[in-house]
């Protein structure tokens, strides 16, 4: 899950500190950080951007390999949510959320259903 966020943080090839302080707190919001460990998992993601050379887009294709279609339907739910969480989603997020539908194998109707529940949580 730290992937995702670190891919939606460097969808446009930067990651300022600001973005980095956002996604620790979205990650103290998550069940699976709820015990604050979430230095490792961020810097393993850290490690595999390196492997990609910092292409989130190329990056995304290690979320493959995600245990199970629940978690799969989570990691797009919060890749969602830190997209809308900076405003408009630009051209790059758009296209890393669209190569992260495909890889998590996430199907129209559910990408749909996401998309406008987690627009109306930040209309203005």
Same mark, same amino acid.
């Given at each position: 899950?730290?992937? @995702?966020? +670190? &891919?939606?943080?460097? %969808?446009?090839?930067?990651?300022?500190? +600001?973005? @980095?302080?956002?996604?620790?707190?979205?990650? &103290?919001?998550?069940?699976?950080?709820? !015990? +604050? &460990? #979430?230095?490792?998992?961020?810097? !393993?993601?850290?490690?595999?951007? !390196?492997?990609?050379?910092?292409?989130?887009? %190329?990056?995304?294709?290690?979320?493959? !390999?995600?245990?199970?279609?629940?978690?799969?339907?989570?990691? #797009?739910?919060?890749?969602? =949510?830190?997209?809308?969480?900076? +405003?408009?989603? =630009?051209?790059?997020?758009?296209?890393?959320?669209?190569?992260?539908?495909?890889?998590?194998?996430?199907?129209? @109707? #559910?990408?749909?259903? @996401?998309?406008?529940?987690?627009?109306?949580?930040?209309?203005?």
């Amino acid at each position: 899950l730290a992937l @995702v966020m +670190g &891919c939606m943080a460097f %969808a446009d090839g930067a990651m300022d500190q +600001g973005e @980095v302080a956002s996604i620790e707190a979205f990650a &103290c919001t998550l069940p699976e950080f709820a !015990n +604050g &460990c #979430f230095a490792e998992p961020w810097n !393993n993601s850290g490690k595999i951007f !390196n492997k990609y050379e910092g292409n989130a887009k %190329a990056a995304v294709q290690e979320l493959k !390999n995600l245990s199970s279609q629940a978690l799969k339907k989570k990691a #797009f739910i919060i890749a969602v =949510d830190i997209a809308l969480d900076s +405003g408009d989603v =630009d051209k790059a997020e758009d296209e890393i959320l669209e190569e992260m539908r495909s890889v998590l194998q996430i199907d129209d @109707v #559910f990408a749909k259903q @996401v998309t406008n529940v987690l627009a109306t949580k930040y209309a203005h």
